[in-house]
């Protein structure tokens, strides 16, 4: 059963600050996280991490989205999105 997706305010400005490609992708992995929620680990209070990374130019992006999961009202709520880029080791 999918679940109705909310994106709060702070995940708004979150996916704002980044790249439109990475915006994207963001957003796909949301929604399929909303179609699938029995998917998700789920922690006590309803939260959970999305993860993904992304090469581009030689650039890593490890994508975190924190999600709030409300199970009563079928209703997942992005909470906030964090675009991570690890340096190289020397």
């Known amino acids: ?3 109705t997706l909310r ?3 702070d995940a708004v400005a ?4 980044m790249e439109p ?3 994207e992708d963001a957003l796909d ?4 996280a909303a179609s699938d929620p029995a998917a998700l680990r789920v922690d006590k209070t309803g ?3 999305l993860d993904f990374d992304s090469l581009i130019s030689g650039q890593l992006h490890v994508v975190f989205v924190r999600v709030h999961v409300d199970r009563q009202r079928s209703l997942l709520s992005v909470i ?3 675009d991570v880029r690890p340096q ?3």
């Open 1 to 3: 059963m999918s679940y």
């Open 7 to 9: 994106i709060a305010p």
């Open 14 to 17: 979150d996916l704002r600050e």
């Open 21 to 23: 490609w990475l915006q």
């Open 29 to 32: 992995a949301v929604d399929k």
């Open 47 to 49: 939260h959970a991490v």
């Open 80 to 82: 906030g999105i964090e």
């Open 88 to 90: 190289p080791k020397a």
